[in-house]
């Protein structure tokens, strides 16, 4: 979708649909709306009235102006009220309008900028982000491709002077929603296109797109480094493993040097320890950490952040054969903790926990995010929309939590409770890769952090939010892209 900005008034503006917003309060029209209104000689104030349209969010109206105003049809989406409206409440908003102007057949979409109590800027990307999140689709494996296609989308604003700050703000939107879309599509294709092997040719793409620095290491090479937990993992699988370590340097001098960790299981099968068919069935999504992480690679060089910026992936499947590991067997992680593995379905941890050790001592970094599709537990215990946080800093969790609210991605902190490590006790080895049921996902968040030494760490758990079995708001059914947008807003230092 090619955006861009349109120095008109509303009622100066073309397109095949104007996208403006109402909120429920409003009793009359307010400025500029009402201009708009006079323009098309009342007629939408008199098809708001005739349909008793509220403004509630979620709302929407439109109708043909035959010619009064340059824009073919106008659209009101309700904003709920005036003293609620949020970035995400514009985000559902654009989305909503947009995605019904294509379904109309609309191919350039003029759209207001939605969300006048927020400052500008927020809401250009809210726009602009909504309108991109809230229209992708996935048909690369269809015939029949929709020919229904928004090419062009213009946030109108009429004053000049606002011009540069709303050209940046929708430059953001536009990479950040874009950045989603591109692990949205990894996610979605299926797990015998998108193996190991593939995320590391895709983060050449990458490499090379961004000039990065790309190091990929084979089997034999994490033999050497002692990556016991990750390649135990990966014995039952036809398919190479591939540890990815991609690079960004900033133009100028970085100010720190962050480690972002994605976990790339690209089919987990669960191993000997075999997941039930339905819960099988989704698990193409497992490597969702890698695809967030490599989606962000992917766009840094166009943002320019001032850090170094280190991404971590430690890519297999987890798969069943005569080769796989077995329940009971001990590995060796890189920093010589042994694992007793305690379920092969706990496979996850075992791959991040070489991944944080090579992290902690090849890249020494100030700080560290992974993020894990790791337990079913977290999504028992907040549901498919909301990823779970664990630390051992609370500042960085902060941050990286301010991040997540500003890009409207839901995340809650889950206590890190140290005694819980008693669960993890082996009689064999230094620990068993599973603890009891209660608390799965802070048991797994305790064995994560036997590897990640004393560097500032967060532990994103997006099990429930990385693929949705419905259509939402801002995505359709399949990947989401969770944890996109908060790691981009995390290393811009967006506000
Ligand atoms: N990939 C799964 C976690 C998962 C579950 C992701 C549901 C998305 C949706 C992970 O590898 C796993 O199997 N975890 C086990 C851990 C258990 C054996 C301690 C789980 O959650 O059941
Ligand atoms: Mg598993
Ligand atoms: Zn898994």
Redesign the pocket.
Known sequence: MKVSLLTKPLHAADGDVLIVGAYAEDKRLPEPLAHLDRTLGGQMAEVLKEEQFQGKTGQLSHFYTAGRVPAKRVMVVGLGARGQVTAETVRRAAAAGVRRARDLGARVVSIDVLGDPLPLGQRARAVVGGAILGTYTFERYRKEKTDKVVEELRLVDPDARRAEALNEAIRIGQRFAEATSFARDLINAPANEVNPTYLAKTAAEIAREGKLKLRVYERAECEKMGMGAYLGVALGSDSPPKFIHLTYHPPGRARRRVAIIG?G?TF?S?GL?L?PAD?ML??K??MSGAAAVLAVMRTLPALKPPLEVHAIIAATE?MVSGKAQRPGDIVRAMNGVTIEI??T?????LTLADALCYAVTRVKPDEMIDVA???????VALGSLCAGLLTNDQPLADRVKAAADLVGERVWQLPMIDEYKEGLKSDVADIN???P?GG?AI??GIFMKEFVGDIPWVHLDI??P??SDKDLPLCPKGGTGFGVRTLLAYLTDLK
């Open positions: 976990k299981i987990d669960g320890d997941k819960g989704r698990m999504n497992d987890n305690g379920n379905d706990a496979e996850g941890r599709t790791l337990t079913g537990a977290c999504v890769n599973v603890g049921r799965g048991n797994a099990a429930g990385a693929f």
